[in-house]
Nanobody, 116 residues
């Protein structure tokens, strides 16, 4: 499974960004998709998850009501719509895919910077 993120950038507080994750390879083996983020000096944290066989979603408390995870199976792409961004959302955002073993696959990450 290969994952490629895009859509990061610099935005002012209160603004929006949409991240994309293109998924390729053995996509049939994926059980769930997720977005993680890692801020400087902090551990990587889970942001949101979405089931690969249903539309069940889960969010970190810090992003509930502001971020929306979704996927387009026809395009093999996952998205993270981020609204009302805050400076504390600044981090490298990683796309994650988990298969049934389970084994985790990771993208290279995309930088999101929110200025105050």
């Amino acid at each position: 499974v290969q994952l490629v993120e895009s859509g990061g950038g610099l935005v002012q507080a209160g603004g929006s960004l949409r991240l994309s994750c293109a998924v390729s390879g053995s996509t049939f083996s994926i059980s769930a998709l997720a977005w993680y983020r890692q801020a400087p000096g902090k551990q990587r944290e889970l942001v949101a998850t979405i089931g690969n066989t249903d539309d069940s979603t889960n969010y970190a408390d810090s992003v509930k009501g502001r971020f929306t995870i979704s996927r387009d199976n026809a395009k093999n792409t996952m998205y993270l719509q981020m609204n009302s961004l805050k400076p504390e959302d600044t981090a490298v955002y990683y796309c994650n895919a988990r298969n049934w073993e389970p084994y985790d696959f990771w993208g290279q990450g995309t930088q999101v910077t929110v200025s105050s």
